[in-house]
């Protein structure tokens, strides 16, 4: 099965500060990544994912991820981090099973941007 | 409406109650899935929909849990003589396939098993 891990639960950054929020996977096959959202009291809300291509991917709210095969890794960033960015971050990556697929997520990591 | 839709927003129930919860997914999404999230922990999966049918049912955590999904769109997740274990945030998303593309989550149903 593939999976993904986030080994921080908290990363903190004050703002106008870049921000990096780690996530390594394990799949078996081309890995078809996820990142997702969370803000308090909401639903998930899709960020960016990696499919193929170029390994910079640019998503909303101006974050990015890369993609890095040789380090198993799909690390989010954003150059300047906002106060408003603070929330719960899910790497995610795509397991195919058969015919059916299902996102699997990582545990998470809490991102507290302050001034 | 334009996103997924869940109800109830919140539902509060004794131990050993029934409860039902709705999903009305994004219109024309063919794939429907149900997770559910414990506090402080990543989403977990339930089950799976394409179409009708449950193409993949392997998260469901014992036989109370059982989730319908009868004309293809609308989906209820059914669980039987709740457990206190059971309060979690039941969520559900849908996508245009199963393919590569995401998933769009509803907010969530909130159940609180007393």
């Known amino acids: 099965a593939q999976s993904v891990a986030q080994p921080e639960d908290q990363v903190n950054v004050a703002e106008g500060n870049p921000l990096t929020v780690k996530c390594t996977y394990s799949?078996?096959?081309?890995?078809?990544l996820f990142w997702y959202v969370q803000y308090p009291n909401r639903g998930l809300q899709f960020l960016l994912k990696?499919?193929?291509?170029?390994?910079l991917v640019k998503g909303s709210y101006g974050f990015e991820a890369e993609f890095n095969k040789s380090q198993t890794s799909f690390h989010l960033k954003k150059p300047s981090a906002l106060v408003s960015d603070s929330a719960l971050y899910f790497c995610a990556v795509r397991d195919f099973t058969g015919t059916a697929s299902k996102l699997t997520f990582g545990t998470g990591t809490r991102l507290q941007v302050t001034l | 409406g334009a996103g997924v839709s869940q109800t109830p927003s919140n539902k509060v129930t004794e131990k050993g109650k029934y409860v039902e919860l709705r999903c009305d997914p994004i219109?024309?999404?063919?794939?429907l899935y149900w997770y559910r999230q414990s506090l402080g922990q990543g989403p977990e999966f339930l089950i799976y929909?394409?179409?009708?049918?449950?193409?993949?049912d392997s998260g469901l955590p014992n036989d109370r849990f059982f989730a319908v999904r009868p004309e293809g769109s609308v989906s209820t997740l059914k669980i039987q003589r709740t457990e206190r274990g059971d309060s979690a945030v039941y969520l559900c998303?849908?996508?245009?396939?199963?393919?590569?593309?995401?998933?769009?989550f509803g907010e969530g149903s909130r159940l609180t098993v007393l």
């Open positions: 929909f394409q179409g009708t049918g449950a193409a993949d």
């Open positions: 219109s024309g999404h063919t794939a």
């Open positions: 990696y499919i193929t291509g170029d390994n």
């Open positions: 998303a849908s996508s245009a396939g199963q393919g590569h593309g995401e998933l769009f």
């Open positions: 799949v078996s096959g081309n890995p078809y």
